[in-house]
């Protein structure tokens, strides 16, 4: 069956960087795009970052834009966000997601606080 494991979120202050990681098992891995989305208290889950299937391409919402950066590593069967100059609005649950069409596989999230 589908898993996505996330990990490596925490507490960090303002500025700070994590490195979020998405392991996957179940699927072909190297097939398929990747995303990262997140949720903060009240608000609706939004896409962070999509990255293709070989890591050729990446996408961004604009809120992160140059501040954070998907990859991928098919060998490893993970997905990565890098979050760099991290902010307080920054603060949510992470969640990776694949799309086997029909459905969407999520995992079950990362908690990331940005807070002095």
């Known amino acids: 069956q589908v898993q996505l494991v996330e990990s490596g979120g925490g507490l960090v202050q303002p500025g700070g960087s994590l490195r979020l990681s998405c392991a996957a098992s179940?699927?072909?891995?190297?097939?398929?795009?990747m995303s990262w989305y997140r949720q903060a208290p009240g608000k609706e889950r939004e896409l962070v970052a999509i990255?293709?299937?070989?890591?050729?391409?990446?996408t961004y919402a604009d809120s992160v834009k140059g501040r954070f950066t998907i990859s991928r590593d098919n060998a490893k069967n993970t997905v990565y966000l890098q979050m760099s100059s991290l902010k307080p609005e920054d603060t949510a649950v992470y969640y990776c997601?694949?799309?086997?069409?029909?459905?969407?596989?999520w995992g079950q999230g990362t908690q990331v606080t940005v807070s002095s």
């Open positions: 997601k694949v799309r086997l069409w029909p459905s969407d596989y």
């Open positions: 179940g699927f072909t891995f190297s097939n398929y795009a």
């Open positions: 990255i293709t299937s070989a890591g050729g391409t990446t």
